[in-house]
């Protein structure tokens, strides 16, 4: 084998090694961002679920005070 051909061979052989383990830091990566993101949002959403509890709550109190408005406005019969 020529100088030149065994140069290129071992670039080739380097550049595949390079790209194989570029793939695979970028799969530990990637596979430990999301782990981190699903535990990111689990502590998230803990922390948030009082209030959601909250605002159900409250959105369901000023639901019940309009359906309770709406049924005396349309049953009333003191002005009738």
Known sequence: MSKKKIET????R???LESEIIKIIEKVTR???LG???DDVKI???EL?????????????????EIGEFL???????GD
């Open 9 to 12: 061979v071992s670039d080739m």
């Open 14 to 16: 380097s550049g595949i």
């Open 31 to 33: 596979d430990n961002l």
């Open 36 to 38: 981190l993101a699903a």
């Open 44 to 46: 998230i959403a803990r």
């Open 49 to 65: 679920m009082p209030d959601f509890d909250k605002m159900i709550s409250r959105k369901i109190k000023e639901h019940l005070y």
């Open 72 to 78: 005396m406005e349309r049953f009333n019969t003191e």
